[in-house]
């Protein structure tokens, strides 16, 4: 079991950066997929970025590639998101998430999940 904790979110303006830190807790938290992911009231969750155990290979969404960068910490277990040049359309509250195995679909199937820390870009 996993328990995930977000913190760094925040208001900015456009064109400014922030970073969002997840705190895993749990034996095993540093080898689990992780991902980050966004949610606008009344619109579906998408996701941003995930990041495979192990080796570390990244995945993004079109629309933050090349602004955002995940990491991970697997000696602290923390997860990271550095987003830079934001956009107000980044405006969402960001979740991280976490699960076993990052498989083919790595944007479905997130077994745990943090509260959320809310990020406006104005």
């Known amino acids: 079991h996993v328990q995930l904790v977000e913190s760094g979110g925040g208001s900015v303006q456009a064109g400014g950066s922030l970073r969002l830190s997840c705190a895993a807790s749990?034996?095993?938290?540093?080898?689990?997929?992780m991902g980050w992911f966004r949610q606008v009231p009344g619109k579906e969750r998408e996701g941003v970025a995930v990041i495979y155990p192990g080796e570390g290979s990244t995945y993004y969404a079109d629309s933050v590639r090349g602004r955002f960068t995940i990491s991970r910490d697997n000696a602290a277990n923390t997860l990271t998101l550095h987003m830079n040049s934001l956009k107000p359309e980044d405006t969402a509250k960001y979740y991280c998430?976490?699960?076993?195995?990052?498989?083919?679909?790595?944007?479905?199937?997130?077994?745990?999940w943090g509260q959320g820390t809310q990020v406006t870009v104005s």
């Open positions: 998430a976490a699960k076993r195995v990052c498989g083919s679909d790595i944007w479905s199937g997130y077994m745990y």
């Open positions: 749990g034996s095993t938290g540093n080898m689990y997929c």
